[in-house]
């Protein structure tokens, strides 16, 4: 009868194997510190693109938020248009970080890999318009027409591709609600700012200059509605993978970064 000899692992391996796993933990801590930090430039977004108005603001006179766009800030018209360009230029910078950040996070929650980088790309996007437009202030014509003006038409995607990456993740509630009504208000906002509304009064035969009235003093008010529609949910999309994020490090569950 053969008798079985269990022999202990001697302390070097110990040592070493436990050395290793420290190694593991810190650099899976390191990543998760990295990808925190850049999802909170995602939350930062739309503070930063109201922010940097409300501080350009006090230097254009008799400035109206309701009636004057926001790239009107940083034209010659004011006296310090710096404020404004440099604002945009660190919403965009804002928005490049934050793409880096939401694509490592979705990748590690298990969201396909087109999804988790077309939503990277759209904020990607999204940074490059908010750059050009600092770069290059009214009355320049690549302020609207530029290449890189061109190149930040993903903005459009956000508030549809940001819903779609995170849905499975924030599962319902009160997150699922706010995309769902911030979609309804872009639906609704659409055929006001598309002129969709204006032909079909035209067609119709119909006097609308009450409206037209409006259109041409509420075009700054109608802008910052869409801003709100576009950047509010990186925020909050941010927001929501940073919790799971922050969730997943303190139950000491390994998630892929």
Same mark, same amino acid.
């Given at each position: 009868?053969?008798?079985?000899i269990h022999?202990e692992? @001697? &302390?070097?391996?110990?040592e070493?194997?436990?050395?290793? =796993?420290?190694i593991?933990?810190?650099? !899976? ?11 909170? +430039? ?16 006090p230097?254009?006179?008799g400035y ?6 926001? /790239?009107?800030?940083g034209?010659p018209? @004011?006296?310090? &248009? ?6 945009? =230029? ?10 880096w #950040?939401?694509? !490592? ?8 890999k *087109? %999804? *988790?980088?077309?939503t ?6 999204? *940074?490059? #318009? ?18 890189l003006?061109t190149?930040?038409i #993903?903005?459009f995607?956000?508030?549809?591709i ?9 599962r ?10 911030n %979609? ?6 659409? &055929?006001?700012?598309?002129? +969709? ?5 035209i067609?119709?035969? +119909? ?15 109608l ?5 709100l =529609?576009v ?5 909050? /999309? ?8 922050? !969730?997943?490090? @303190?139950?000491?569950?390994?998630? !892929?970064?």
């Open positions: 009868m053969l008798n079985t022999s692992p @001697s &302390p070097a391996l110990v070493e194997q436990t050395s290793r =796993i420290q593991e933990r810190a650099a !899976r801590k390191g990543t998760a510190t990295i990808t925190a930090l850049l999802l909170r +430039m995602g939350i930062a977004v739309p503070f930063l693109y109201f922010g940097a108005q409300l501080a350009a603001a230097f254009f006179p109206s938020f309701l009636a004057r766009d926001a /790239s009107t800030l034209s018209g @004011s006296t310090l &248009p710096a404020v404004f360009n440099i604002g945009a =230029i660190c919403v965009g910078i804002a928005s490049l970080l934050a793409a #950040g939401f694509l !490592r996070a979705l990748r590690s929650f298990g969201v396909g *087109a %999804l *988790a980088w077309l990277a790309l759209a904020l990607f996007s999204s *940074a490059l #318009g908010d750059i050009n437009a600092g770069l290059f202030p009214l009355p320049d014509p690549r302020h609207a027409h530029g290449v003006a190149c930040g #993903g903005v995607l956000l508030p549809f940001l819903p779609l990456a995170t849905w499975k993740l924030v319902g509630g009160r997150v699922a609600a706010y995309f769902v009504a %979609l309804a208000a872009l639906f609704a906002l659409f &055929p006001v700012m598309s002129g +969709m509304v204006q032909r079909l009064a067609s119709a035969g +119909m006097n609308m200059q009450w409206y037209q009235s409006f259109l041409n003093h509420d075009q700054g008010l802008q910052r509605i869409f801003a =529609i950047f509010v949910p990186v925020a909050v /999309s941010a927001w929501v993978l940073l919790h799971l994020l922050q !969730r997943n490090e @303190s139950s000491g569950l390994r998630v !892929r970064l």
